[in-house]
Protein backbone atom coordinates (compact mmCIF):
# COMPACT_ATOMS: atom_id res chain seq x y z
CA UNK A 1 0.00 0.00 0.00
CA UNK A 2 1.34 3.67 0.50
CA UNK A 3 -0.26 7.07 1.14
CA UNK A 4 0.50 10.69 0.27
CA UNK A 5 -0.18 14.35 1.15
CA UNK A 6 0.27 17.70 0.10
CA UNK A 7 -0.34 21.01 0.44
CA UNK A 8 -0.29 24.49 -1.48
CA UNK A 9 -0.23 27.75 0.83
CA UNK A 10 0.26 31.60 1.20
CA UNK A 11 2.52 30.73 3.72
CA UNK A 12 5.56 28.39 4.43
CA UNK A 13 3.53 24.41 4.73
CA UNK A 14 6.58 22.54 5.42
CA UNK A 15 5.17 21.60 8.89
CA UNK A 16 2.13 20.81 7.39
CA UNK A 17 3.18 17.82 5.05
CA UNK A 18 5.49 17.25 7.26
CA UNK A 19 3.07 16.12 9.88
CA UNK A 20 0.55 15.36 7.41
CA UNK A 21 2.66 12.65 5.52
CA UNK A 22 3.66 10.92 8.82
CA UNK A 23 -0.33 10.68 10.00
CA UNK A 24 -0.11 8.09 6.46
CA UNK A 25 3.09 5.76 8.07
CA UNK A 26 0.50 2.90 9.03
CA UNK A 27 0.33 2.51 4.91
CA UNK A 28 4.07 2.10 4.42
CA UNK A 29 6.78 0.82 6.17
CA UNK A 30 9.72 0.67 3.61
CA UNK A 31 10.49 4.59 2.30
CA UNK A 32 8.93 7.79 3.08
CA UNK A 33 10.02 11.15 1.21
CA UNK A 34 9.05 14.92 0.65
CA UNK A 35 10.14 17.43 -2.06
CA UNK A 36 8.93 21.18 -2.13
CA UNK A 37 9.52 24.29 -3.68
CA UNK A 38 10.13 27.45 -2.95
CA UNK A 39 11.87 30.59 -5.54
CA UNK A 40 14.83 30.90 -3.25
CA UNK A 41 16.16 27.66 -2.78
CA UNK A 42 14.25 25.57 -6.11
CA UNK A 43 13.40 21.78 -5.76
CA UNK A 44 14.10 20.19 -2.77
CA UNK A 45 13.95 16.41 -2.22
CA UNK A 46 14.95 14.14 0.74
CA UNK A 47 14.14 10.10 0.75
CA UNK A 48 14.63 8.07 3.55
CA UNK A 49 14.49 4.45 4.53
CA UNK A 50 11.94 3.89 7.57
CA UNK A 51 12.75 0.23 7.63
CA UNK A 52 14.16 0.22 11.05
CA UNK A 53 13.26 4.03 12.25
CA UNK A 54 9.54 6.03 11.99
CA UNK A 55 9.08 8.98 9.32
CA UNK A 56 8.93 11.94 11.92
CA UNK A 57 12.28 10.42 13.21
CA UNK A 58 13.80 10.30 9.68
CA UNK A 59 12.88 13.72 8.49
CA UNK A 60 12.58 16.12 12.03
CA UNK A 61 16.02 17.73 10.95
CA UNK A 62 15.30 17.86 7.37
CA UNK A 63 12.16 19.93 7.32
CA UNK A 64 14.08 22.60 9.49
CA UNK A 65 16.00 23.07 6.47
CA UNK A 66 13.55 23.13 3.50
CA UNK A 67 11.49 26.36 2.37
CA UNK A 68 8.12 26.51 0.59
CA UNK A 69 4.64 27.17 -0.57
CA UNK A 70 4.26 23.79 -2.02
CA UNK A 71 5.13 20.56 -0.98
CA UNK A 72 4.42 17.32 -1.42
CA UNK A 73 5.16 14.13 0.55
CA UNK A 74 4.92 10.37 0.41
CA UNK A 75 4.99 7.37 2.55
CA UNK A 76 5.87 3.80 0.28
CA UNK A 77 5.71 -0.02 0.88
CA UNK A 78 8.15 -0.19 -2.56
CA UNK A 79 9.70 2.50 -4.60
CA UNK A 80 11.57 5.58 -2.88
CA UNK A 81 9.38 8.61 -3.67
CA UNK A 82 8.98 11.42 -4.75
CA UNK A 83 11.28 11.59 -7.62
CA UNK A 84 12.19 14.40 -9.96
CA UNK A 85 11.50 14.18 -14.04
CA UNK A 86 12.82 16.75 -16.55
CA UNK A 87 11.01 16.29 -19.76
CA UNK A 88 9.26 18.75 -22.61
CA UNK A 89 6.83 19.55 -20.08
CA UNK A 90 9.35 20.77 -17.51
CA UNK A 91 10.76 20.27 -14.17
CA UNK A 92 8.26 18.37 -11.74
CA UNK A 93 7.82 15.88 -9.18
CA UNK A 94 6.01 12.81 -9.25
CA UNK A 95 4.98 9.95 -6.43
CA UNK A 96 2.50 7.49 -6.77
CA UNK A 97 0.57 4.21 -4.78
CA UNK A 98 -0.41 1.33 -6.37
CA UNK A 99 0.69 -1.50 -8.11
CA UNK A 100 1.48 -1.27 -11.73
CA UNK A 101 1.66 -4.99 -13.09
CA UNK A 102 2.58 -4.53 -16.58
CA UNK A 103 6.08 -2.65 -15.84
CA UNK A 104 8.54 -4.45 -17.28
CA UNK A 105 6.13 -4.50 -20.32
CA UNK A 106 5.75 -0.90 -20.38
CA UNK A 107 9.57 -0.24 -19.74
CA UNK A 108 10.49 -2.45 -22.78
CA UNK A 109 7.78 -0.31 -24.95
CA UNK A 110 9.64 2.96 -23.90
CA UNK A 111 12.53 2.13 -24.55
CA UNK A 112 12.22 0.78 -27.78
CA UNK A 113 10.85 3.92 -28.86
CA UNK A 114 14.00 6.09 -27.50
CA UNK A 115 14.05 6.79 -23.76
CA UNK A 116 17.31 6.41 -22.84
CA UNK A 117 17.03 4.85 -19.40
CA UNK A 118 14.94 4.37 -16.22
CA UNK A 119 16.27 4.77 -12.70
CA UNK A 120 16.08 1.79 -11.01
CA UNK A 121 16.13 0.25 -7.35
CA UNK A 122 19.20 -1.74 -5.90
CA UNK A 123 17.06 -5.16 -6.32
CA UNK A 124 17.15 -3.81 -10.17
CA UNK A 125 12.94 -3.03 -10.60
CA UNK A 126 12.10 0.13 -12.25
CA UNK A 127 10.82 3.08 -9.75
CA UNK A 128 7.36 3.26 -10.20
CA UNK A 129 7.57 7.07 -10.09
CA UNK A 130 9.97 7.11 -12.87
CA UNK A 131 7.91 4.51 -15.35
CA UNK A 132 4.85 7.16 -14.92
CA UNK A 133 6.98 10.25 -15.93
CA UNK A 134 8.36 8.28 -18.68
CA UNK A 135 4.57 7.59 -19.71
CA UNK A 136 3.36 11.10 -19.23
CA UNK A 137 6.42 12.80 -21.30
CA UNK A 138 5.21 11.00 -24.51
CA UNK A 139 2.52 13.35 -24.61
CA UNK A 140 2.32 17.28 -24.79
CA UNK A 141 0.62 18.15 -21.40
CA UNK A 142 -0.32 16.41 -18.45
CA UNK A 143 -3.69 16.18 -18.51
CA UNK A 144 -2.75 13.96 -21.86
CA UNK A 145 -0.01 12.11 -20.73
CA UNK A 146 -1.88 11.23 -17.02
CA UNK A 147 -4.44 9.77 -19.11
CA UNK A 148 -1.99 8.20 -21.63
CA UNK A 149 -0.27 6.57 -18.34
CA UNK A 150 -3.33 5.63 -16.79
CA UNK A 151 -4.69 3.69 -20.23
CA UNK A 152 -1.15 1.87 -20.60
CA UNK A 153 -1.50 0.72 -17.06
CA UNK A 154 -2.67 -2.81 -15.60
CA UNK A 155 -3.32 -2.22 -11.88
CA UNK A 156 -4.39 0.21 -9.67
CA UNK A 157 -2.42 3.41 -9.67
CA UNK A 158 -3.19 7.48 -8.02
CA UNK A 159 -0.33 9.66 -8.75
CA UNK A 160 0.35 13.08 -7.92
CA UNK A 161 2.80 15.87 -9.98
CA UNK A 162 4.17 18.95 -8.51
CA UNK A 163 5.19 21.61 -10.18
CA UNK A 164 6.92 24.88 -9.33
CA UNK A 165 3.33 26.74 -9.32
CA UNK A 166 0.90 23.98 -8.72
CA UNK A 167 0.06 19.99 -7.73
CA UNK A 168 -2.01 18.02 -10.02
CA UNK A 169 -3.82 15.12 -8.54
CA UNK A 170 -4.88 12.21 -10.14
CA UNK A 171 -7.47 9.42 -8.98
CA UNK A 172 -6.78 5.97 -10.58
CA UNK A 173 -9.45 5.29 -13.17
CA UNK A 174 -11.29 2.79 -11.14
CA UNK A 175 -11.36 4.45 -7.76
CA UNK A 176 -9.75 2.15 -5.98
CA UNK A 177 -7.68 4.61 -3.89
CA UNK A 178 -9.37 7.90 -2.67
CA UNK A 179 -7.85 11.55 -3.25
CA UNK A 180 -9.47 14.15 -1.19
CA UNK A 181 -8.93 18.16 -1.06
CA UNK A 182 -9.17 20.06 1.87
CA UNK A 183 -9.48 23.23 2.23
CA UNK A 184 -7.97 26.00 5.12
CA UNK A 185 -7.75 29.94 5.15
CA UNK A 186 -4.36 30.12 4.21
CA UNK A 187 -4.57 27.39 0.95
CA UNK A 188 -5.61 23.40 0.23
CA UNK A 189 -4.01 20.43 0.63
CA UNK A 190 -4.49 16.74 -0.66
CA UNK A 191 -4.14 13.66 1.18
CA UNK A 192 -5.02 9.83 1.08
CA UNK A 193 -6.84 9.86 4.55
CA UNK A 194 -9.03 12.92 5.73
CA UNK A 195 -7.95 12.95 9.30
CA UNK A 196 -4.73 13.87 8.33
CA UNK A 197 -5.49 17.06 7.03
CA UNK A 198 -8.35 17.29 9.63
CA UNK A 199 -5.91 17.42 12.67
CA UNK A 200 -3.77 20.26 10.32
CA UNK A 201 -6.83 22.53 10.61
CA UNK A 202 -8.24 21.50 7.22
CA UNK A 203 -11.82 20.88 6.41
CA UNK A 204 -13.17 18.40 3.72
CA UNK A 205 -13.86 20.32 0.43
CA UNK A 206 -14.09 17.90 -2.57
CA UNK A 207 -13.61 14.41 -3.55
CA UNK A 208 -12.01 13.25 -6.53
CA UNK A 209 -13.94 10.81 -8.56
CA UNK A 210 -12.85 8.00 -10.52
CA UNK A 211 -10.29 9.03 -13.16
CA UNK A 212 -10.12 12.64 -12.47
CA UNK A 213 -7.28 14.55 -12.92
CA UNK A 214 -7.82 18.05 -10.41
CA UNK A 215 -5.00 21.14 -9.97
CA UNK A 216 -4.50 22.42 -6.46
CA UNK A 217 -3.36 25.87 -6.03
CA UNK A 218 -3.35 28.00 -2.88
CA UNK A 219 -6.05 29.66 -4.29
CA UNK A 220 -8.20 26.61 -5.27
CA UNK A 221 -8.72 23.54 -7.18
CA UNK A 222 -9.64 22.78 -10.90
CA UNK A 223 -11.00 19.97 -12.54
CA UNK A 224 -8.84 19.49 -15.79
CA UNK A 225 -10.41 16.05 -16.38
CA UNK A 226 -13.81 15.12 -15.21
CA UNK A 227 -14.07 11.41 -13.88
CA UNK A 228 -16.92 9.00 -13.47
CA UNK A 229 -19.11 7.69 -10.78
CA UNK A 230 -17.26 4.07 -10.33
CA UNK A 231 -17.08 2.80 -7.27
CA UNK A 232 -14.50 -0.10 -6.77
CA UNK A 233 -12.64 1.20 -3.86
CA UNK A 234 -10.18 -1.15 -1.99
CA UNK A 235 -12.30 -2.67 0.36
CA UNK A 236 -9.23 -3.33 2.36
CA UNK A 237 -8.72 -0.25 3.57
CA UNK A 238 -11.92 -0.44 5.69
CA UNK A 239 -10.75 -3.71 7.07
CA UNK A 240 -7.25 -3.75 7.52
CA UNK A 241 -4.74 -0.72 6.17
CA UNK A 242 -6.55 2.30 7.34
CA UNK A 243 -6.98 4.40 10.42
CA UNK A 244 -9.82 3.77 12.50
CA UNK A 245 -10.62 7.49 12.19
CA UNK A 246 -10.25 7.27 8.42
CA UNK A 247 -13.42 7.49 6.04
CA UNK A 248 -13.72 6.16 3.10
CA UNK A 249 -16.38 6.87 0.62
CA UNK A 250 -18.56 8.30 3.74
CA UNK A 251 -17.97 5.29 5.58
CA UNK A 252 -16.00 5.87 9.16
CA UNK A 253 -13.38 2.49 9.21
CA UNK A 254 -13.61 1.81 12.85
CA UNK A 255 -17.76 2.00 12.07
CA UNK A 256 -17.47 -0.28 9.36
CA UNK A 257 -14.84 -2.88 11.26
CA UNK A 258 -17.45 -2.82 14.43
CA UNK A 259 -20.78 -4.11 11.98
CA UNK A 260 -18.15 -6.40 10.39
CA UNK A 261 -17.71 -7.44 13.34
CA UNK A 262 -20.79 -7.78 14.75
CA UNK A 263 -22.37 -9.46 11.89
CA UNK A 264 -19.87 -12.21 12.01
CA UNK A 265 -20.63 -12.92 15.60
CA UNK A 266 -24.46 -12.90 15.08
CA UNK A 267 -23.93 -15.76 12.21
CA UNK A 268 -21.94 -18.30 14.50
CA UNK A 269 -24.60 -17.65 17.11
CA UNK A 270 -27.33 -18.27 14.46
CA UNK A 271 -28.86 -22.06 15.00
Same mark, same amino acid.
Given at each position: ?19 GTDYHSHLGTRRGGMTS ?36 GCISDTDPQPIMVRSKL ?32 SSGAINSAGLIGALIAQ ?15 ? #???? *???? $? =? /??? %? ?50 ? #???? *???? $? =? /??? %? ?38
Amino acid at each position: MGGFFGAVSANDCIQDVFFGTDYHSHLGTRRGGMTSFSPELGFQRNIHSIENSPFRTKFEKDVDKMRGNICIGCISDTDPQPIMVRSKLGLYAVCSIGVIQNAAKLADELLEKGCANFETMSSGAINSAGLIGALIAQKDSFVDGIRYAQDKIE #GTMS *LVIM $T =D /KAI %IAARDKDGRLPIIIGQRSDGYCFSFESFAYQKLGYSTCHELKAGEITEITKD #GYNI *LSEG $T =D /KKK %ICTFLWTYYGYPTACYEGVNVELMRTRNGRERYEKRQAP
